[in-house]
């Protein structure tokens, strides 16, 4: 009923139309497109280094013989499941430690706030710089923790002050009283009835994970070779950009593209979960 | 001489939602109005289509005309002009209707330059002259106040002074009471005469109180669903209802002044504007329905002598066979007493709360908090609740009702004082002990939309109890319980926003029975229904004291429910317990002089009995509780200690007066020096 209601909301919003259509055709390009491509992404053409697009290389190749059309969708995978892990992780993390400290509060919510205050105050960048290569050689997965580890707190702090509100409600008094324990409430009702918050917060995150992995890559401390990802891509092609523009310009196209479709979609769920925001 | 016209107004809302529907009336100088509905009637809607605010995408056509000058379509320049200088407006509630920047005395000043040419200073002695006249204490410097600095009482005084700075014709009061207790109610409406003496305005007075009405009123206008219903004369209206719903309405309040008569539910809720049965709108709920209601919407159309109107094809032949409310609905059956109650003194004591005490500390600074005060929320208060009984705790706003209920709901060591549940002590209880005990304790809360989480189906809600206490069975009782409420095992897939208002009650009521509790603490649990929705709640809620055995702790501050459902009454002043005793003896012979300003403030759905009644009018607001009156806590606005000599009035300022019983042989206690004795016949005490 609701959710009917919300999605019939959002779909009014024009941009947040232009966004789903846009996010559903590069799921569909990273997942479907490989397939249609002439060239494996691993496979390397030797009589072709540095070709600009063509029949036989839609995209171009690079100075080693990939072809660019199937190293960018794959490294286009690795980015949306790197960006939509990094949002469940932190979202889940923000809405379990945040409505863990505004519901118990006392020394617990103390330490969880005081853990939250300190992750901010430390400069993110740096730590997964001087983190990460020691784990080269592990999973990327190491590197999904570590973006999701340095992205939760500000929404937790949130969800805190919102479940400090919540906790109020006349319908967890009565859970309360009927003596059902406290994590129990906290899933069953706190958690729920922030919901909209957290499906803003998770939608976001993605987009800010995406650009965020890219960044981190950019610069060698993200996704290792041979391993791709967009970031990887962009700093590979960042300079040659004037002679052989293809090889930055399609990766960074598509992380342009990706990233503006997110945050529609965010944006227009926003104002159709939280019909005041809006203007 | 008729000042106000309306005539067929109707609004129609964006979606074609029709808030209003052809309504007519007049408005005489010097004469009240009262318009009567439940919520959702269209009465609110109605009254500022006159006053032309309502929102832009509000189609409203028909006529509207003061003084002969058509109002609807005018220039909003022009309506600028009018409102406020011609026609005045109350509102429900007064925080909101003041700037909270400015000064009320600078906001009632800039009331009169708008219209009037004056100067500042005579406009701002105008100010103090209003709150004056409005009974605001030391004027000239609560003039200087902002807002917030005023009580919700005195706000309300305020607005009406705001309204009153032009010597407006018509004065509309849209509920302009509900947000208040009923001692500062009794005050504001005295007020509100003062008011209409002084400028001889037209009233237009909006409110759901059939008793605030019966007071006021000389005509009163019944809407439903959006349309009038029945318009006469108060006493014809009160006396000789002739429209069905009317006559429900009546029939529907729990009555101080005849309070063993069971209450008449009317059965169903009122229609959605946006789906409204073919023909009479009351006819789904009317229990004189017959197959030509269904033909078409009746106009409203005299009946009988008189001016009176009404909107119902069988008007005719009520006021023919003359009959009542009582009659034409069906009375429901009381429950049967399944075995003779044993006297109070051999039944177990359920709920034992002895000198409870619970004070807040008042914190300031930022970096360094101190305590700069304390708040005496609940100051030593003592009560007992017998099986099989119900104890009303009544009191105004800020008495402390509120944190004695969570105190008890917490089961947990109190700051002084115990609480003992059902034998066990609260401040002993292990972990384990104390869950158990849950059971045998439930609450209902007020608010039927808040206390139900917005996110599960009926279903889980009632389930929730049931597994955490480790139930089988769950689904079959879910069914049972909701059977028991009287609400359909199908409705259990539902959400808590497909219900209405009284449904949403008893899906609260069906959970906290989930676990066959021995007491149950009803928070204010009618306090937010309508009438005819309240009257059947209450009923459930006796047979199903009766039915499963059940001890009630009410807490409220509407007296006359009370009256209705409880066997004892305790009424709490400030955190401190002022007078308890069984119904009978506190509402007959009140002893406190609290509890009697307390009765007499209650506005009677009676015109004649309000007319005739005498009022005991307090003085001022409740005080802080941070920093109560030392001895007796009653003693700044006692009625009584202005009537005692000097020497006796000192003992309540040094003594403080604690609970004595009144009369060996009754169960009746007051907390007063001097108590009041009540002559009562010999007749009368059968």
Request: net charge neutral; charged share 20%.
């Amino acid at each position: 009923m609701r959710s009917k209601v919300v999605f019939a909301r959002m779909l009014r919003n024009r941009q947040t139309r232009y966004g789903l259509i846009a996010l559903l055709l590069l799921l569909l390009l990273a997942y479907v497109g490989p397939f249609f491509g002439p060239h494996d992404w691993l496979e390397k053409d030797f009589t072709a280094f540095m070709e600009p697009p063509s029949a036989d290389h839609w995209w171009g190749t690079t100075q080693i013989g990939q072809d660019v059309y199937a190293v960018a969708l794959h490294g286009m995978q690795k980015s949306i499941v790197i960006g939509f892990l990094v949002a469940l992780i932190s979202t889940g993390l923000a809405a379990l430690v945040g409505a863990s400290a505004g519901y118990f509060g006392g020394w617990l919510d103390k330490a969880l706030m005081w853990g939250a205050d300190l992750l901010l105050v430390l400069p993110s960048f740096l730590i997964i710089a001087i983190v990460s290569p020691n784990l080269r050689g592990g999973s990327w997965l190491w590197f999904v923790l570590l973006l999701a580890a340095f992205s939760w707190m500000i929404t937790s702090r949130v969800v805190r002050s919102m479940t400090l509100s919540l906790r109020e409600r006349e319908y967890i008094l009565a859970a309360r009283y009927m003596g059902i324990p406290g994590w129990k409430i906290i899933i069953r009702h706190v958690v729920p009835n922030l919901s909209s918050l957290l499906i803003i917060d998770a939608t976001l995150n993605v987009s800010a994970a995406i650009i965020g992995e890219a960044g981190l890559s950019f610069f060698g401390f993200g996704v290792q070779p041979p391993d791709v990802s967009l970031g990887t891509l962009i700093a590979a092609g960042s300079d040659k950009v004037p002679g052989y523009s293809w090889l930055f310009l399609f990766p960074s196209g598509l992380l342009v593209l990706l990233v503006l479709s997110v945050n529609l979609i965010g944006d227009g769920l926003r104002d159709a979960l939280d019909p005041g925001s809006n203007s | 001489m008729t000042i106000l016209e309306v005539n067929d107004l109707n609004v129609t809302f964006r979606g074609g939602i029709k808030a209003v529907r052809g309504v007519s009336y007049r408005l005489g100088r010097g004469e009240v109005l009262g318009i009567v509905g439940e919520s959702g009637s269209g009465k609110s809607v109605t009254s500022l289509a006159v006053m032309g605010l309502l929102p832009e995408g509000a189609e409203i056509s028909g006529s509207v005309k003061l003084h002969g000058q058509e109002l609807i379509g005018m220039p909003e320049e022009e309506l600028t002009r009018l409102r406020g200088k011609s026609i005045g407006m109350i509102f429900q509630d007064p925080l909101s209707a003041f700037t909270p920047v400015y000064t009320i005395g600078a906001q009632i000043a800039e009331a009169v330059r708008i219209h009037q040419k004056v100067g500042k200073d005579k406009a701002a002695k105008r100010a103090v002259e209003l709150l004056d006249l409005v009974g605001i204490p030391h004027p000239d410097v609560r003039a200087k106040a902002f807002p917030h600095e005023f009580s919700g009482g005195m706000r309300q005084r305020a607005m009406i002074a705001m309204a009153i700075a032009n010597d407006p014709d018509v004065l509309i009061c849209d509920e302009p009471t509900t947000a208040l207790d009923v001692t500062i109610q009794a005050q504001v409406l005295e007020v509100l005469k003062t008011a209409q003496r002084e400028t001889g305005a037209g009233i237009v007075m909006i409110t759901h109180d059939l008793g605030v009405v019966a007071g006021l009123a000389d005509r009163v206008l019944v809407m439903y669903a959006g349309r009038p219903v029945e318009l006469g004369g108060v006493d014809e209206i009160y006396y000789r209802p002739r429209m069905p719903y009317t006559m429900g309405l009546l029939a529907s309040i729990p009555r101080m002044d005849r309070p063993s008569a069971r209450l008449i539910p009317i059965e169903g809720n009122p229609p959605s504007p946006a789906a409204l049965p073919p023909g009479c709108p009351f006819a789904p709920r009317c229990p004189m329905k017959v197959d030509a209601c269904d033909d078409g919407e009746p106009e409203l159309e005299p009946v009988g002598p008189g001016s009176r109107r009404a909107a119902c094809i069988r008007a005719h032949e009520i006021e023919l066979k003359n009959l009542d409310g009582a009659t034409i609905y069906p009375v429901p059956e009381p429950p049967a007493e399944t075995e003779a109650s044993r006297p109070r003194a051999e039944r177990e004591t359920v709920l034992k709360v002895e000198d409870l005490v619970r004070h807040y500390p008042l914190m300031k600074g930022a970096v360094f908090k101190r305590r700069v005060g304390t708040v005496h929320a609940v100051d030593g208060i003592s009560f007992d609740i017998a099986e099989g009984e119900t104890l009303g705790l009544v009191g105004e706003s800020g008495c402390g009702k509120t944190t004695t209920l969570q105190q008890i709901m917490q089961l947990e060591a109190p700051q002084d004082g115990t609480i003992v549940v059902l034998g066990k002590d609260s401040a002993k209880l292990g972990r384990g002990e104390r869950t158990a005990l849950r059971r045998d304790l439930q609450i209902v809360f007020q608010d039927p939309m808040a206390a139900l989480d917005p996110r599960m189906p009926v279903g889980d809600i009632l389930a929730e109890p049931l597994r955490a206490h480790g139930r089988k069975d769950v689904p079959a009782r879910v069914a049972e319980l909701l059977t028991l409420v009287g609400l359909e095992p199908s409705h259990a897939e539902r959400y808590p926003q497909h219900f209405s208002g009284g449904q949403r009650q008893r899906i609260g009521i069906a959970r906290a029975l989930a676990l066959e509790p021995k007491l149950i603490v009803l928070d204010e649990p009618v306090s937010a229904l309508d009438v005819s929705i309240q009257a059947g709640v209450i009923n459930l809620l006796e047979d199903l004291k009766v039915k499963l055995g059940l001890s009630y702790l009410f807490v409220a501050h509407d007296l006359s429910v009370v009256r209705h459902i409880a066997d004892r009454v305790a009424v709490m002043y400030l955190g401190k317990i002022a007078e308890v005793g069984t119904v009978e003896e506190v509402y007959a012979r009140p002893a406190h002089p609290y509890t009697r300003a307390l009765l007499s403030a209650i506005p009677l759905p009676d015109p004649n009995l309000e007319r005739s009644r005498e009022r005991i009018l307090l003085e001022g607001d409740l005080p802080s509780p941070a920093s109560p009156p030392s001895a007796c806590r009653f003693r700044t606005r006692c009625p009584k200690r202005a009537r005692l000599s000097a020497e006796d009035a000192r003992r309540c300022d040094t003594e403080e007066p604690i609970v004595t019983r009144l009369a060996p042989a009754a169960d009746h206690g007051a907390a007063c020096h001097y108590p009041e004795v009540t002559e009562v016949p010999e007749t009368a005490v059968s």
